[in-house]
């Protein structure tokens, strides 16, 4: 799409009162591109030589491009206000009632958007239940850059707390909703929708989490809103998780935010029992979820040719996928995927991970110290950053969880392969102990058979454990 065309300013000519606030927009063009915007979607005469009122799906270049300049000029909040007093969204009311032109219906939804972002005015949008309903019928859109501009605006206004629980108890009423998110996630290829889509549902769970528990339950297609004839038809009976992850497969590649966003959604989902059913108990007992996470830990995140320094970089995608998988693991330990024989690469990683924090650990020191004359009265200059320690408590409780089912065989496979060695349990005994004791010594134990060389080494460097032999 080529970028807007700039926004008009008023002539220096023309009256000192022409000017929008204190920018220098004209309020005259304003009104008359508002005016203009009328016409199109309620013509005075009808043109005998076109199609039906309101049905014409093209704009002619000139009005296009007025009614994008005024989407640029609606991101300053003297315009903003300037339409709100015009009642602009009554006129994109019209848009959205009558108009059968995808870019008009995305422009508006767009300069909407704009004008939810001051405060005032997105109160004012939110507690208007007929345009909130109108708006949430949006979603049911085919076109994607007009679902993309529903996305944004939904999304700005469950950010603004005064207004957000107006909208979390406007979607939980609105069955819809969940099925024109849960068929965007399961179908679009539209990477930049995805990763919006995603942020509006990651807000939307965190927000609520009854909606949360609502969605995991929710299964059965209900109608797809009123009269949204540009909406499918007919909507499989979709569940939450396949849907995220097909999402998140799509962005996967092109958008590692993105790839955040899902990730901390499943998360969200593991808070509750519900969740965690619904992962492990889909069709394939949660095998397709458990191969893209260890595939996402072991083949792409933090490898043994990035610096450690990668591991600051992608500590809440790490933390986010580690925690989905340690609640996968500790509730179905039956299942083959979860089998230790097929998990030594994750062993590695993880202990791969704790080794890079280490690194990062005794970097940050390093520069506390030398900032230390400037901020002589701080106390926690050496305190670890605050996500590198949600990373590690989840990562350790992962790796002990894991370390316990180990068996001989397990374990001299973990030798052969390389992700066992005096280095590896050396790191993972540091981080485990004290708090994960009965989990070292458990290993301790296997290892011995293993490697009793090994295993001596081991206990020498960790006393503690001698007690107990």
């Known amino acids: 799409m080529d970028r807007n065309p700039s926004p008009p300013c008023s002539d220096a000519e023309e009256e000192e009162g022409d000017a929008v606030g204190n920018t220098v927009y004209s309020k005259h063009w304003l009104f008359s591109v508002l005016t203009r915007l009328i016409e199109v979607i309620a013509p005075a005469e009808p043109d005998p030589a076109g199609s039906p009122e309101g049905a014409r799906t093209e704009l002619d ?33 019209g848009v959205f009632a009558k108009s059968k032109c995808p870019r ?11 004008m939810a972002c001051f405060q005032d005015i997105c109160m004012s949008i939110s507690k208007d239940e007929n345009l909130g309903q109108v708006l949430l019928q949006r979603l049911c859109d085919s076109d994607s850059p007009t679902l993309l501009e529903t996305s944004r605006l939904l999304l700005t206004c469950l950010s603004q707390p005064e207004v957000a629980n107006v909208w979390v108890e406007r979607i939980r009423e609105n069955p819809s909703v969940y099925d024109c998110v849960c068929f965007i996630m399961s179908s679009s290829t539209n990477v930049e929708l995805l990763v919006k889509v995603g942020e509006v549902v990651d807000k939307l769970f965190d927000l609520d989490e009854e909606l949360m528990l609502n969605w995991i339950k929710n299964g ?29 497969k799509q962005v996967r590649s092109d958008n590692p935010e993105g790839l955040d966003v899902y990730m901390h959604i499943l998360q969200l989902l593991t808070t509750v029992d519900e969740g965690i059913q619904a992962i492990v ?56 995927y979860t089998r230790m024989r097929k998990n030594m690469p994750l062993i590695g990683s993880l202990i791969r991970i704790l080794q890079y924090m280490e690194g990062c650990g005794k970097r940050a020191v390093d520069n506390s110290k030398e900032s230390e ?53 050396s790191c993972a005994f540091q981080n485990l102990l004290p708090l994960y004791f009965a989990s070292v010594e458990s290993f301790l134990e296997v290892l011995r058979e293993a490697d009793q060389t090994l295993a001596d080494n081991l206990e020498k460097r960790f006393p503690s454990l001698k007690v107990h032999t």
């Open 373 to 425: 004359q400037e901020e002589s009265g701080r106390t926690d200059v050496n305190e670890e950053d605050f996500h590198l320690k949600i990373l590690k408590d989840i990562c350790c409780e992962l790796l002990s969880n894991m370390l316990q089912e180990l068996t001989k065989e397990n374990t001299l496979e973990g030798l052969h392969q390389g992700h066992l060695n005096e280095q590896t349990c």
């Open 220 to 248: 059965t297609c209900h109608s797809v809103g009123p009269s949204a004839d540009d909406s499918p038809e007919e909507l499989p009976d979709f569940k939450i998780v396949p849907c995220i992850l097909e999402a998140a």
């Open 61 to 93: 270049e000139e009005m296009e491009n007025d009614i994008c300049k005024v989407w640029d000029m609606s991101m300053d909040e003297d315009v903003a206000l300037f339409l709100q007093e015009f009642n602009a969204p009554d006129i994109f009311m």
């Open 104 to 114: 008009l219906t995305e422009i508006c939804v767009g300069i909407l958007g704009n």
């Open 281 to 336: 108990q889909a069709p394939d007992g949660g095998k397709e979820t458990w191969s893209l996470l260890y595939d996402l830990v072991c083949q792409e995140l933090c490898q043994p040719d990035d610096p450690p320094i990668i591991v600051q970089e992608q500590k809440t995608l790490l933390a986010s996928i580690l925690s989905v998988l340690s609640a996968m693991f500790a509730s179905q330990t039956e299942q083959e």
